[in-house]
């Protein structure tokens, strides 16, 4: 009897698996569907993408993680390539596309290798050498960049916006993004530092974007919370509460039994006699200016009006950090604590109408380094789309003043990376010199994209550009605009070096991270499962 063999259940009934090639089959197809939808938004003839989210707000941008991150991708392995989207924003702030492109570019040529019956190890290992020699190449043919090279900086700034939202006036964006970033720059033990924390980018719907401007300090989309405040303080000890300065609940708690008139009068005295201490605990900390992350009562308003105060309410959180980092202002969080201590100081605040809207400046602060960019679009939808492409900017010339090296564009420095990738295959031997030329073809993605979405022929551009980098040409790249090959370098297309080490480096490791899977469970427990959409509907 016990002779009967059953079959053995290790997982749940409900658990969906797949393994060995479908799983991995399926997964390089859900990274290159991923690859896929941006690749149309690459380079300065990429498309925008419009994303309508449930609600009905509508986000048009031609931004890589933007459209990855407004997507709500659930397949896990597409997952995982949207976070090299993620990755390469928080480390450079652009290139953010080409770093996802790759990737699934890399996959690609993968697959056509795992038909040939070469095991993903092998080809992870000969992926990870080419990525060795590829970042080896870069550091080789990168140029040097510094903060005393504003014309070069511009360049880069320039690149950043081409085919964004800023097109229109991004000469005047760029210069703006290079005199912020120069200015809160700082020399260091021979290192340059730059904390983009310092920048405050805050966009303003109504005028077109040769309106934007630089302001030193803090600009914030406010205004004073009672029009009886002053308009203008100057040298102004700042306070900043992240607690409310209100009685709160009394709506919802009301639970006092009033039988009396006076009872109701007690209450309210208590009432008023709560919001006096709170404007004079402020009053006696001798600040002048007020940044209130909560709401202000109106009673407290009177107080702190009648003592000359200009106070703000609501402000973002983001903000009250920026205003700490530049009046040097501690963030308390309960009034009771407030004391002259605890604040910042301003040579400056006040309120001024730009365009249709009040904003509140903050000038001459503490720290000097403090500076906003106001960047200004016709609708709401330019003007987030320029900010977009303004804070790619900013991140752009940051990278390249921080690392001190810039490339150039326009496909031209996949070009050489495929150019010596190709040579270096040959000095490898076996399956892995499959894999490194399969990587040196991967990396043509990008020219090859570039001149795809500027409506070009593929394969007369890269026979164009090889022959050209054979000619030991090393910054010709296509120019997208009158389809013939062009010098990036004296044509000002120059990004950051960061920009392209980021990009080659996550979209490597994803690839073969991705190829190393070959068993996908798609499970869980129970209870998970009823909160969440069943992961097998993603497959
Ligand atoms: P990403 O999200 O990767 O930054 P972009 O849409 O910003 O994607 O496109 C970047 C690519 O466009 C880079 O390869 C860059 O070299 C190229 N590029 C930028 N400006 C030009 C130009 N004027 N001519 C040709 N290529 C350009
Ligand atoms: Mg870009």
Redesign the pocket.
């Known amino acids: 009897m016990s002779n009967n063999v059953q079959p053995i259940y290790i997982l749940p009934e409900d658990t969906k698996r797949t393994t060995g090639r479908d799983a991995q089959r399926n997964n390089i197809a859900a990274a290159k569907a991923v690859a896929q939808t941006v690749r149309t938004?690459?380079?300065?003839k990429?498309m925008d993408k419009m994303i309508v989210d449930q609600s009905g707000d509508v986000i048009v941008t031609?931004?890589?993680?933007t459209i990855l991150e407004e997507m709500q991708i659930e397949h896990p392995a597409a997952k995982m390539v949207v976070e090299i989207a993620k990755t390469q924003e928080a480390a450079v702030g652009?290139?953010?596309?080409?770093?996802v492109?790759l990737a699934g570019e890399l996959l690609k040529k993968a697959e056509d290798l795992l038909d040939q019956e070469i095991h993903p190890t092998v080809l992870a290992k000969g992926y990870r050498l080419a990525e060795a020699e590829a970042q080896r190449i870069l550091k080789n043919i990168a140029e040097k960049v510094s903060l005393d090279q504003p014309d070069l900086l511009n360049s880069i700034a320039v690149?950043?916006m081409?085919?964004?939202g800023a097109e229109a006036n991004r000469d005047h964006l760029a210069s703006l993004a290079v005199k912020a970033v120069s200015s809160i720059a700082e020399r260091k033990d021979g290192k340059i530092i730059v904390d983009l924390a310092d920048i405050k980018v805050e966009r303003i719907v109504g005028e077109s974007s040769d309106k934007s401007e630089l302001v030193d300090g803090i600009v914030l989309d406010k205004e004073r919370v009672h029009p009886s405040m002053p308009e203008t303080v100057n040298d102004a000890g700042i306070a900043l509460l992240d607690c409310p300065l209100e009685i709160r609940n009394t709506e919802i708690d009301a639970k006092i039994q009033i039988t009396d008139p006076s009872q109701l009068n007690a209450f309210l005295d208590q009432e008023e006699r709560t919001l006096k201490m709170i404007a004079d605990k402020i009053i006696a900390s001798g600040a002048k200016v007020v940044f209130c992350q909560r709401g202000i009562d109106d009673m407290a308003q009177h107080f702190l009006s009648k003592a000359g105060i200009l106070a703000v309410r609501r402000v973002k959180k983001s903000d009250m950090e920026k205003l700490n980092r530049a009046t040097g202002a501690r963030i308390v969080s309960n009034w009771k604590e407030l004391s002259s201590l605890d604040l910042g100081f301003a040579g400056s605040v006040y309120e001024e109408k730009i365009g249709d809207e009040e904003m509140i400046f903050v000038k001459r602060c503490k720290n000097p380094k403090a500076v906003t960019l106001l960047v200004r679009g016709g609708t709401e939808h330019v003007a987030d789309e320029v900010k977009r492409a303004v804070t790619?900017a900013l991140g752009d010339i940051a990278a390249a003043v921080k690392d001190g090296f810039v490339v150039g564009?326009?496909?031209s420095v996949?070009m050489e990376l495929a150019k010596g990738l190709r040579s270096y295959a040959a000095s490898l031997q076996g399956r892995e010199q499959l894999a490194v030329q399969a990587y040196a073809e991967a990396v043509e993605v990008?020219p090859r994209t570039?001149a795809e979405n500027a409506g070009l022929d593929p394969i007369d551009v890269l026979t164009m550009l090889r022959s050209a980098h054979d000619q030991q040409q090393r910054w010709i790249?296509?120019?997208?605009?009158s389809g013939k090959t062009?010098d990036?370098w004296l044509?000002g297309?120059i990004?950051p070096l960061k920009?392209k080490t980021q990009?080659l480096s996550s979209a490597t490791a994803v690839a073969e991270m991705i190829l190393r899977i070959d068993d996908v469970i798609l499970g869980g427990s129970p209870e998970k499962k009823l909160e969440r959409r069943s992961p097998a509907d993603m497959m």
């Open positions: 938004t690459l380079g300065p990429g031609n931004d890589g993680v652009d290139g953010t596309t080409t770093a492109v690149t950043a081409t085919g964004k790619d564009g326009a496909g996949e990008i570039l790249g296509i120019d997208v605009f062009m990036a044509s297309v990004e920009i990009a």
